[in-house]
């Protein structure tokens, strides 16, 4: 099994490293199941288990209204980031903005309020061993900026605008070495933990039975199904949150549902050269996590 998924994401021209477990059993399916690998937006489900939790306690209030103005902003690809004016929602809305379309504003403005140290400290609790994050996403894309030989990202950016070809390709030379793409030092997980953490919230053993069960009502209807749900059809449902970082890192985390009522939490994580095969890596991803469900199921 290990070689056959292997050849998957070798034939699709990345690393890849995965885990794929029952939810409610043992059986599990691995592949480098407990390499350190960058964890792009997977992390947003660690994020909105920490606030909905908060919300169930009553340490904040989900509905309480939030200001997004446009000058402050985090750079992102969709959503709020590419608003023009000041946006107000409440914090349960933006949970919802993060996971369903990786929303950056709503994410960092989320993981603001509740505090990287706490989200840190959950991962502890849980067992995440592998799991740190290291900062919020503003600081993270500053950081490129800087490991590229500019101040930050916005200079980055409008540098990069006017710049010649071959002044481009040194600095995309670079990228891969930057600290946000090391999992040494940025912020990493494992898809071991992954896994773990998606069986915890399916079992209602990650935080609050009804903060677990918001987080995976919202993870249901994330928008992009190009990736895990790619290896599946209905009536299997599947319920995700994508990752992606600069062409380089491509990861997914997921539970999939049978009709017959067992369901797997799949964790797969991906690396490649700048300039590869988007579409080809995001198929790999399903057909591996397809493969290692069937290979559960036998």
């Not at 000058?71 to 004016?85: C, I, Y």
């Not at 502890?124 to 061993?129: F, K, N, Q, T, V």
């Not at 992009?224 to 380089?248: D, Q, Y």
């Amino acid at each position: 099994m290990t070689g056959d998924l292997r050849e998957i994401f070798e034939r699709a021209g990345c690393e890849g490293a995965l885990c794929v477990r029952e939810v409610a059993g043992d059986g599990e399916i691995v592949l480098d199941a407990d390499r350190a690998m960058v964890s792009a937006s997977v992390f947003k489900v660690q994020i909105a288990l920490e606030m909905e939790s908060a919300f169930v306690d009553g340490r904040l209030d989900g509905r309480e209204r939030v200001v997004l103005g446009a000058a402050e902003r985090t750079f992102g690809p969709v959503g709020t980031s590419l608003f023009e004016d000041e946006v107000a929602l409440s914090w349960r809305d933006l949970v919802v903005l993060m996971l369903t379309i990786s929303d950056n504003p709503a994410t960092d403005a989320l993981l603001g309020r509740v505090g990287v140290d706490a989200v840190n400290a959950t991962a502890a609790r849980l067992g995440l061993s592998g799991t740190f994050v290291e900062s919020d996403l503003r600081t993270m894309l500053d950081s490129i900026g800087e490991d590229l030989g500019r101040a930050d990202w916005a200079d980055l950016q409008d540098w990069a605008a006017g710049a010649a070809k071959d002044q481009l390709a040194r600095a995309d030379g670079k990228l891969p070495t930057a600290r946000a793409m090391d999992p040494a030092r940025g912020t990493r997980t494992t898809p071991r933990d992954m896994a773990e953490l998606l069986r915890l919230i399916w079992t209602d053993g990650a935080g609050p039975a009804a903060a677990c069960a918001r987080v995976r009502k919202v993870m249901a209807s994330q928008l992009t199904r190009h990736r895990i749900a790619s290896g599946f059809r209905p009536p299997v449902r599947v319920a995700a949150k994508s990752g992606s970082l600069l062409g380089v890192v491509r990861n997914e985390i997921g539970v999939v549902s049978f009709p017959d009522g067992r369901q797997y939490a799949a964790a797969v994580l991906t690396r490649s050269p700048l300039g590869s095969d988007d579409a080809a890596i995001n198929r790999a991803i399903g057909e591996a996590a397809r493969q290692a469900v069937a290979a559960l199921r036998e």
